[in-house]
């Protein structure tokens, strides 16, 4: 197994799993922020009824999940095999939801049927190096398609390549993987260059209450 999957295979061990309902009583629900109940929901995607969209970095699933209960064709890929093993207790079987264990950049170069939309809540666009990822999704996205993701903003002054610790027992080092944090005209300006056009990249407000970081939301079209 890789780094990369033994890390985030220990990070998901520290996570909760998601409620059953949420504040509407809802059994699924898409979340593009570290806050229950908050932020927009799935129009950010722009799908048709019976659109296919790609996940990337789907942790526990349950924003594919959501996708194919309103009867889209949703695949879930992720490097984990601890957080596909959650992602297929829970939502496994569901009509038209998939979950692939693949490195993203390695599903991306695949092929394959293309995709009018593909999405990242905190996952693989925060954790990849946007030159290398960024024209992949471009290319398995049809004309038209949507890219959004969605991440903590920049600590100002502290952008590019980044290092987030994932902590492990006393007597060992955190583990470590590298993610990418760009200001919102960074993104914009990264997403042109690849040629995706409409880009919008802002920073949602935390909802009221102790905690201020806001999330990253970041749209544009392939
Ligand atoms: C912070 S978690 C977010 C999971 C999920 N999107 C959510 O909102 O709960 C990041 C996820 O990205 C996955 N990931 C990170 N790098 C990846 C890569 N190169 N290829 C596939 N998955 C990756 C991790 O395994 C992890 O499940």
């Known amino acids: 197994m890789t780094e990369t999957a033994i890390a985030w295979n220990t990070y998901s061990q520290q996570r ?14 898409f979340n593009w922020t570290q806050y229950a109940d908050h932020g927009p929901g799935v129009e950010l995607l722009d799908l048709r009824p019976d ?49 692939r264990r693949a490195d ?6 695949e092929g394959g049927e293309d995709f009018d939309a ?15 990822l960024l024209p992949l999704v471009r290319d ?5 398609g949507t ?6 903003p920049p600590v100002e002054g502290c952008y590019g390549c980044q290092a987030s610790y994932i902590p492990r027992g006393e007597d060992e080092d955190p583990l470590v993987v590298k ?20 880009v919008t990249a802002q920073v949602l407000p935390a909802p009221p209450g102790n905690r201020k ?7 544009a079209r392939g």
Not at 74 to 94: I, K, M, N
Request: proline share 6%; charged share 20%.
């Open 16 to 29: 909760p799993e998601r409620r059953p309902v949420n504040a509407a009583g809802e059994t699924t629900w």
């Open 51 to 99: 659109g296919r969209v790609l996940d990337l970095g789907c942790g526990k699933g349950g924003n594919a999940a959501h996708l194919a209960t309103l009867g889209l064709d949703a695949v879930g890929v992720d490097v984990s095999p601890v957080q596909l093993r959650a992602a297929e207790e829970r939502w496994g079987g569901a009509p038209g939801l998939e979950f």
């Open 104 to 109: 993203a950049l390695a599903y991306l170069q």
């Open 118 to 132: 593909v999405y990242s809540v905190y996952g693989v666009v925060w954790f990849t190096d946007p030159a290398a």
């Open 140 to 144: 398995r996205l049809r004309p038209g």
């Open 147 to 152: 890219l959004a993701f969605s991440q903590r």
């Open 179 to 198: 993610r990418w944090d760009y200001e919102p005209h960074v993104w914009i300006s990264l997403l042109r260059e690849t040629g995706f056009t409409d």
């Open 213 to 219: 970081t806001g999330t990253l939301i970041v749209t």
